[in-house]
T-cell receptor, first 116, second 116 residues
């Protein structure tokens, strides 16, 4: 079983809805990530949080709003999405200090989002 | 410019045989890390193996080994004694640098199908 838990596993929403994706880890990792993965494509980085602060935003549209309430939780708030935003959204976490370990990312199983 | 290149969109292998999945990379950094992840149809990204740029020996993890040729900038994954459960998408990824905001960049992936 993965140690990164994502909810919900599936989400269907209309273009006017507001919803949130949630991610939780209890491995003491201080970096958390959101990736977006379209069908048959590799994951694409969206956001990186380091010590609860946003450190990387890969020019993601503002209809995606990340939030890191504490070191264990990561949310992705969704508002006014488009059908092309339908994808698998993967959360991941890692240790932060270079040299502490390999820097491997631990991924959750993802939230599959469909925008109608 | 493409940083990680996987030239094999799909591969077949007979059960119990070995298979090599190709990966080449491009970076000007001296310090970097290379990863392989497996993604079954469930969606979760499963870490398989890691090779650091300063590691002199090829990494091995059970049936997985990484054929690291630094001068050629290649990091091929070798799976020995293939099993039916190895059928999945495989992604090569690279981490550049050692600062605290590193990114993991993925190649386009190779879909492996193990035949009984």
């Amino acid at each position: 079983d993965t140690e990164v838990t994502q909810t919900p596993k599936h989400l269907v929403m209309g273009m006017t809805n507001k919803k949130s994706l949630k991610c939780e880890q209890h491995m003491g990792h201080r970096a958390m990530y959101w990736y977006k993965q379209k069908a048959k494509k590799p994951p694409e980085l969206m956001f990186v949080y380091s010590y609860e602060k946003l450190s990387i935003n890969e020019s993601v549209p503002s209809r995606f709003s990340p939030e890191c309430p504490n070191s264990s939780l990561l949310n992705l708030h969704l508002h006014a999405l488009q059908p092309e935003d339908s994808a698998l959204y993967l959360c991941a976490s890692s240790h932060r200090l270079a040299g502490l370990n390999t820097g491997e990312l631990f991924f959750g199983e993802g939230s599959r989002l469909t925008v109608l | 410019a493409q940083k990680i290149t996987q030239t094999q969109p799909g591969m077949f292998v007979q059960e119990k045989e070995a298979v090599t999945l190709d990966c080449t990379y491009d970076t000007s950094d001296q310090s970097y890390g290379l990863f392989w992840y497996k993604q079954p149809s469930s969606g979760e990204m499963i870490f398989l193996i890691y090779q650091g740029s300063y590691d002199e020996q090829n990494a091995t993890e059970g049936r997985y080994s990484l054929n690291f040729q630094k001068a050629r900038k290649s990091a091929n994954l070798v799976i020995s004694a293939s099993q039916l459960g190895d059928s999945a998408m495989y992604f090569c990824a690279m981490r550049e640098g050692e600062d605290s905001s590193y990114k993991l960049i993925f190649g386009s992936g190779t879909r492996l199908l193990v035949r009984p």
